[in-house]
């Protein structure tokens, strides 16, 4: 289990994406997304923390978490920090999208429909570019 504290170097990024599967590579990589209620981690209910499957960078606390019925797993709030939201204007709408802050691999997308007694948003984000450290 790897997590890093500083940002990568490039090469050793490079190293890492070399083994990541197909459609990691894809959604990380490319900005590909898995398809809905196909991913590992979204009926996953255990306790700890969801890191970055490129970097090992912490990005979310389990207990933020949330049943949004979209298919992929959803988190109310990032870890302070971890993640960069970008404008994406592809397939015609503008989104956010979601990218680790330490080695830049897309996760997926933020929405303003999430639980609105926290913070409102929903991180809609792809099960193969997190990796969950449990408790």
């Known amino acids: 289990m790897l997590v890093y504290n500083k940002p990568m170097k490039t090469d050793e990024i490079q190293k890492k ?3 990541l599967d197909e459609m990691t590579k894809d959604v990380t990589q490319n900005k590909g997304t898995e398809p809905p209620f196909t991913g ?3 009926d996953e209910h255990s306790d700890g923390s969801y890191h970055c499957m490129v970097c090992g960078q912490k990005l ?4 933020t978490k949330f049943e949004s019925g979209s ?3 959803s988190f109310d709030q990032a870890v302070p920090g971890s993640v960069k939201m970008l404008t994406d204007n592809s397939d015609g709408m503008e989104r956010t ?7 830049g691999a897309h996760l997926g997308h933020m929405f303003e429909d999430g639980p609105k007694e926290t913070t409102g948003q929903r ?6 570019a997190l990796d969950l450290h449990k408790k």
């Open 97 to 103: 999208e979601v990218v680790c802050s330490n080695c």
């Open 40 to 42: 590992k981690y979204v």
């Open 71 to 73: 298919g992929w797993p």
């Open 60 to 63: 979310f606390e389990a207990g």
């Open 123 to 128: 991180f809609c984000i792809n099960s193969c």
């Open 17 to 19: 994406i070399a083994q």
